[in-house]
């Protein structure tokens, strides 16, 4: 059986200053849940100057204010790096925090300090790994950081899922996919709160199993990372839904 590689540290468990519904029991509940299917992989600190790739200098030693959350949100963004390098390989997955989509060059908000996708991919481009990326953002809220980071860039193609049902949303994610396989890598920000019982209430836990095996149909050289997801009661079965998508088209 093919277990997913996952980037994933305990560090992710610390209890840093952020708001109360991104705490560490999202991680807990997921790590609790997928044991059986994920290679745990250790993640390393991103260097600054991976920062530099897709942040200005204020708003690195804004971050930096807090070491802590500094620190754990360094380590997200290297945990992002390993995850796309693995891609190029094989499918992965980042089971890290801070999540990242929220913040752009030069702000950051919604529980996010730096673009853990932006990063990861500015990484690969700037080591020549690759040539060209998708990103399909499929979080409930728009990944407006990774969009600011990205809007020039002719190498990037960013789509953003935006949908009031749940036919809509897989119309679009099809359409998304559409083209896939014509790039070098393809980067899914995941966010669970599209969930019937959390904020945006729209999908079902099989939808996501669905929308994974689609993603790996559509190009394998994929990698995934953690973004919002609050119905911690059933987080851990939803990325596991996920996971198994991408392992029925791994095996």
């Not at 980071?149 to 099809?174: L, P, Y």
Request: hydrophobic share 40%.
């Amino acid at each position: 059986m093919f277990m997913i590689p996952t980037l994933y540290s305990e560090k992710f468990l610390t209890d840093y200053i952020t708001v109360d519904c991104e705490n560490p029991d999202r991680i807990s509940s997921i790590f609790s849940e997928i044991q059986n299917i994920a290679e745990f992989i250790e993640p390393e600190l991103c260097e600054v100057s991976d920062l530099l790739l897709c942040h200005s200098e204020t708003i690195i030693k804004l971050v930096m204010k807090d070491k802590v959350v500094y620190e754990t949100a360094r380590l997200a963004a290297g945990g992002a790096i390993r995850a796309a390098e693995i891609a190029l390989e094989r499918p992965s997955f980042a089971l890290i925090r801070p999540p990242g989509h929220h913040a752009g060059y030069n702000f950051n908000g919604g529980f996010c300090f730096f673009n853990n996708m932006a990063i990861a991919l500015m990484n690969l481009f700037s080591r020549g790994f690759i040539s060209d990326a998708l990103i399909v953002d499929i979080d409930l809220h728009y990944g407006n950081g990774t969009y600011d980071i990205v809007k020039e860039d002719k190498r990037i193609a960013f789509r953003n899922i935006d949908a009031s049902t749940r036919e809509d949303f897989f119309s679009q994610f099809t359409e998304a996919l559409q083209d896939a396989s014509s790039f070098d890598i393809v980067g899914c920000s995941a966010g669970f709160d599209t969930y019937i019982r959390d904020w945006g209430s729209l999908l079902f836990t099989r939808d996501y199993r669905e929308m994974a095996g689609m993603l790996i149909s559509g190009n394998p050289h994929t990698f995934v990372i953690l973004e919002g997801g609050y119905y911690i009661p059933d987080l851990g079965i939803n990325v596991r839904s996920f996971l198994e998508g991408m392992q029925g088209h791994c095996s």
